[in-house]
C-alpha cells in the first residue's frame, strides 16, 4: 500500500471518519496562518505594533509548517489502519 492514495481513505467507516478529522485540522491550520498573516500584515501599518505583526507571521509560519505535518501524519495513520485490516482479514481465511 502506497501514502497518499484515495483508496486508503476510503476503506471503512473509521478510515473514513480519521480522514475527516485530519482534514478539519488541516483546514483549521490553515485558516489559523491566514488569520495571523492578515492581522500581521494590518500591524505592519504602525511602527508601534511591529513586534506583534512579527509574532504573527512567525506564528503564521509555524502554522504553514504545521500543514505538511499534518497531511504526512494522517496518510501514515491510514497506511497503516490499512495493514492491520489486511493482516486480519488474512487471519481469518
Known amino acids: 500500500m502506497k501514502l497518499f492514495r484515495h483508496e486508503t ?9 480519521i480522514w475527516a478529522l485530519y482534514e478539519l485540522a488541516y483546514t483549521l491550520v490553515d485558516f489559523g496562518a491566514a488569520i495571523c498573516f492578515t ?7 504602525w511602527n508601534s505594533l511591529e513586534t506583534a505583526a512579527i509574532w504573527l507571521f512567525t506564528v503564521g509560519s509555524v502554522l504553514f509548517l ?19 485490516e489486511e493482516l486480519a482479514e488474512r487471519a481469518e481465511r
Open 9 to 17: 481513505r476510503q476503506k471503512s467507516a473509521e478510515s473514513r471518519r
Open 39 to 45: 492581522i500581521g500584515s494590518v500591524l505592519f501599518f
Open 66 to 84: 504545521a500543514k505538511p505535518t499534518i497531511r504526512l501524519v494522517r496518510e501514515i495513520t491510514l497506511l497503516r489502519m490499512g495493514d492491520y
